[in-house]
C-alpha cells in the first residue's frame, strides 16, 4: 500500500514457522533485515525473529563465520 506521502507500507501475513530461529532463514533474514515493524506479536515470536536477525554472531548462509574473510 503506498501512502499519499509516497510511503510504501507492505502487510504480510505468514505461517508462524517462517519466524523460525534455529536457523533463521536466509530469505527471512533479509526480508526482517531490510527493515520491519512489528505491529502485533503477543507470544514475542516475531521480537525473538528480530533479535535473531540482529545477532552478529550469526553467519548469513554462504558466508562464513564471523572473523572469516568471507563474512
Same mark, same amino acid.
Given at each position: 500500500? #503506498? @501512502?499519499?506521502? !509516497?510511503?510504501? $507500507?507492505?502487510? !504480510?501475513?505468514?505461517?508462524?514457522? +517462517?519466524?523460525?530461529?534455529?536457523? $533463521?532463514? *536466509?530469505?527471512? @533474514? &533479509? $526480508?526482517?533485515? %531490510?527493515?520491519?515493524?512489528? $505491529?502485533?506479536?503477543?507470544?514475542?515470536?516475531?521480537?525473538?525473529?528480530?533479535?535473531?536477525? #540482529?545477532?552478529?554472531?550469526?553467519? *548469513?548462509? !554462504? @558466508? !562464513?563465520?564471523?572473523? %572469516?574473510? &568471507? +563474512?
Amino acid at each position: 500500500m #503506498r @501512502r499519499p506521502s !509516497g510511503f510504501e $507500507v507492505e502487510l !504480510g501475513v505468514v505461517p508462524v514457522s +517462517w519466524a523460525d530461529i534455529d536457523p $533463521v532463514d *536466509p530469505g527471512t @533474514r &533479509r $526480508v526482517v533485515s %531490510d527493515g520491519h515493524r512489528v $505491529v502485533h506479536d503477543p507470544a514475542g515470536v516475531l521480537a525473538a525473529l528480530s533479535a535473531a536477525c #540482529r545477532t552478529v554472531n550469526e553467519a *548469513p548462509a !554462504g @558466508r !562464513g563465520t564471523p572473523g %572469516d574473510a &568471507r +563474512w
